[in-house]
């Protein structure tokens, strides 16, 4: 196994993993793959050939799994079990959604910045993330690097920052779009959740900021002074220098930490394709 980092300036931030199989992975390489990704967060795995079993026994290596209770799709819908998220623009019978689709609008809630599953109480650690069929262009995914955010703040605004608790849900970030047509099931099921605005890594003990565009408030603020800040944070966050962008291929696994990264989607041609199916390992331990 060979892992390099990307060079995206001073920062341990992404590196591609090769060399490996991971239908083969051994202890000795989970090891290797949690030190990885504790120091760059994002690790780019290409040309892993897999099917849906092979993605979720990987990922339940590295600890215990989520449901994907955050797609819309119910049960008699989906297109996939619901150990797999799906990252899509299809069907039930693999047919692209139409553009007024309900799910297909829905989901456009992925182009926005978020941490996967912050609106649930346990949120996510690990995201993987494998490419089954990709658009010829756009659809790139972009990372931004929470630990490094966090570095650049100053001490008053860290100060500001480090006990602030802030109420997430994905009637917030579809709301940000316009996106308003819940259920009343939808509204009880995606509730919001409070979740702490500065998390420190149980390993590195690297502080970083837990922003998502399901953010909707902060816990005793006013909701347009919140969301102010959650918005000035997010654009001090993803500034250039904290960020690189994935463009994928096919058969690519990207698998990243949640708890110090943010990531969007990149917009696409909506009448072609695009595949991705999303194993993803929740946080055991919120930290
Ligand atoms: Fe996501």
Request: aromatic share 8%; net charge negative; hydrophobic share 40%.
């Given at each position: 196994m060979?892992?390099?980092?990307?060079?995206?300036?001073?920062?341990?931030?992404?590196?591609?993993v090769?060399?490996?199989?991971?239908?083969?992975?051994?202890?000795?390489?989970?090891?290797?793959?949690?030190?990885?990704?504790?120091?760059?967060?994002?690790?780019?795995?290409?040309?892993?050939?897999?099917?849906?079993?092979?993605?979720?026994?990987?990922?339940s290596?590295?600890?215990?799994?989520?449901?994907?209770?955050?797609?819309?799709a119910?049960?008699?819908?989906?297109?996939?079990?619901?150990?797999?998220?799906?990252?899509?623009?299809?069907?039930?019978?693999?047919?692209?959604?139409?553009?007024?689709?309900?799910?297909?609008?829905?989901?456009?809630g992925?182009?926005?910045?978020?941490?996967?599953?912050?609106?649930?109480?346990?949120?996510?650690?690990?995201?993987?993330?494998?490419?089954r069929?990709?658009?010829?262009?756009?659809?790139?995914?972009?990372?931004?690097?929470?630990?490094?955010?966090?570095?650049?703040?100053?001490?008053?605004?860290?100060?500001?920052?480090?006990?602030?608790?802030?109420?997430?849900?994905?009637?917030?970030?579809?709301?940000?779009?316009?996106?308003?047509?819940?259920?009343?099931?939808?509204?009880?099921?995606?509730?919001?959740?409070?979740?702490?605005?500065?998390?420190?890594?149980?390993?590195?003990?690297?502080?970083?900021?837990?922003?998502?565009?399901?953010?909707?408030?902060?816990?005793?603020?006013?909701?347009?002074?919140?969301?102010?800040?959650?918005?000035?944070?997010?654009?001090?966050?993803?500034?250039?220098?904290?960020?690189?962008?994935?463009?994928?291929?096919?058969?690519?696994?990207?698998?990243?930490?949640?708890?110090?990264?943010m990531?969007?989607?990149?917009?696409y041609?909506?009448?072609?394709?695009?595949?991705?199916?999303?194993?993803?390992?929740?946080?055991?331990?919120?930290?």
């Open positions: 060979e892992i390099n980092s990307l060079s995206t300036g001073n920062r341990n931030f992404g590196a591609t090769t060399g490996f199989d991971i239908a083969d992975a051994s202890e000795n390489d989970i090891q290797a793959i949690e030190s990885a990704i504790d120091r760059c967060a994002v690790l780019i795995f290409p040309d892993q050939q897999i099917d849906d079993a092979q993605q979720y026994i990987f990922s290596k590295f600890g215990s799994m989520e449901k994907a209770t955050g797609d819309i119910q049960n008699h819908e989906r297109r996939l079990a619901l150990d797999i998220n799906d990252i899509s623009n299809l069907d039930r019978n693999g047919s692209v959604l139409a553009r007024d689709d309900r799910a297909r609008l829905f989901g456009l992925n182009m926005l910045w978020h941490s996967d599953s912050s609106f649930k109480p346990i949120p996510a650690k690990y995201s993987l993330l494998s490419a069929v990709v658009p010829a262009t756009g659809g790139n995914t972009e990372f931004a690097d929470m630990r490094a955010a966090w570095d650049a703040l100053n001490t008053e605004q860290q100060n500001e920052c480090k006990d602030l608790v802030c109420e997430h849900s994905q009637l917030y970030s579809r709301g940000a779009l316009g996106f308003e047509d819940f259920t009343a099931e939808e509204r009880i099921k995606w509730a919001p959740v409070n979740q702490p605005l500065v998390r420190q890594h149980p390993k590195t003990k690297a502080h970083s900021l837990y922003l998502s565009s399901h953010i909707g408030t902060i816990l005793d603020w006013p909701v347009p002074e919140a969301r102010l800040l959650i918005r000035d944070l997010t654009e001090h966050a993803t500034r250039l220098e904290f960020v690189f962008a994935h463009q994928w291929k096919r058969w690519d696994l990207v698998m990243w930490d949640n708890r110090v990264t990531h969007r989607a990149r917009r041609d909506h009448t072609q394709p695009r595949d991705l199916h999303r194993t993803t390992v929740s946080s055991a331990v919120f930290t």
